[in-house]
């Protein structure tokens, strides 16, 4: 059974991973407000340096920079989902 389970989780991991990657392809404000929504959410511990990703692909995203801009939205989001 266990075996059953842990092939299922690795299965949906595998096929939502990609999913994810998609939500954060684009640098708009639309996208950083979501982000900033997560970011609020997650543990006190990693706000601070999510938040601080998140100036950093706001100054990318002024700049015209847009795969700069994606990484920075990416590491937030990365960030704020952990615990």
Do not use: R
């Not at 990657?21 to 708009?28: G, I, P, S, V």
């Not at 100036?55 to 989902?81: F, I, P, R, Y």
């Amino acid at each position: 059974m266990k075996k059953h389970t842990l092939i299922l989780a690795s299965t949906f991991g595998l096929l939502t991973a990609p999913l994810a990657a998609q939500e954060a392809k684009t640098c708009d404000v639309e996208t950083m407000n979501m982000i900033i929504e997560q970011v609020n959410k997650a543990p006190i511990g990693v706000q601070a340096e999510a938040m601080g990703e998140l100036a950093m692909a706001k100054e990318t995203m002024e700049a015209g920079d847009t795969q700069a801009c994606v990484t920075h939205l990416t590491n937030a989001s990365t960030l704020a989902a952990t615990e």
